[in-house]
């Protein structure tokens, strides 16, 4: 069976934004926080796949969000690596109220990536042999995102700075959430809510790129946006997010 | 006497910066997090002051790093809030280690803002008394940062963007700090460490506004930079950070 881990964590100001609601980065930080201390407790840390030369790399996040944790909230947060190949790790995230109660659930697909090569490395038995995670040869295709269209896209460019790089010297994945909704203007961020969503990242920024956001809006059944990162003609991250007005708190 | 609060905090990775070591904007955050615990405790927090109509902005930072924590490390924040007059009221933080050696020490000066106004307000004596800080009627003069020639500054400019503006509807402080390290260039950010600095907030930068940051760098005695950071022709924000070169790890 595999090994879930679960640990509390108090949702602090700092990651919250203006309405005092945890941002979707800050989320992703988290959940990433968690996984890691999963590994750490299996032998399994940073220090250990380091050694080998690799790093993990998120490639996925699919994500339903009943509702966004407030400030100072407690939530407990749960993970499972449940299934792997030879090039990816599928796993669980869970974050669950102080009822119990299901907030949000996120899929995630990670890969491990050669540091000096800057590609995907085949996942190594002894990396993933504590997680006790079922092996299948089936590689899944993940939920893609809608393809944006530039024409008629919003876009913002963004200049990758200092603080945006993280220990594996690329830009950290939860840079390019706010990228891909800072497209949006801020009418729109501040009345609506992100419900779900896919994000799919596709190659590495590096410092001193600088990195084009467009996005599309489209407001049928569901109220849809759809994102487009790329820096030097490549595309770094696609992603879609569909979103809820939001209600008058009452 | 005034009363002290102590909690201790785990370092954790997207605290940090590419080196794992926590930032100077996440440290702030954290410190007033620790703070923000300390009021709610007596029953003065968030809520309380804005039922007032007001809430605590920061207006000056002074702080002496022997060493940032890394990712991972577990330190021991202290905060006392220990003198106030009509305006302001003065907070120093230490940070410990698990040798219980103080590695970081932070003394700062809040005020209370007017959320209608947005201007500073008189500190009510039912929102100070719980802190059982001492009254002084004099007013400290803060060490100033240092003058910034414009003309020879290197400078670069930012936009305010969503993710950066706080439940108190301006830029947060700690974005500030970020805005005027990332004016210098990353072969200098990567190759020194701050040990200490002082960082004046003057006026409040509002969305959309576009913020320039210039810095000058002086190679003197000690290697010292100073930053100017304004919009719209005003001066928000004065830091000086005198630094260390990195030692190569052993």
Redesign the interface.
Known sequence: MAQSYKQKQVV???M?????KL?L??LV??L??IS?QQS?LLNRG?DFVRAMGLSWIIIHYDFEINRMPKA?ETVEIETIATEYNKLFTYRDFYVRDKNNEVIITVKTTFALMDLEKRRMARLPEIVIAPYQAEFSKRIRRNVKAMPVEKESASQKIFNV???D???N?HV?N?RYI?WA??S?D?AF??SHTIKKGVISFEKEVK??EIVTSYSNTYDDEELITAHHLSANGMTNCTATFVWDRNKKEG
Chains 1, 2 share one sequence.
């Open positions: 602090r100001y700092y919250c934004d203006r309405t005092n941002t980065s800050m930080n988290v990433l926080e890691g750490a940073e100072e700075s200092y603080f790089i993280d220990s010297n950290n939860s706010n909704l800072e949006l801020e961020l501040s410092e001193n």
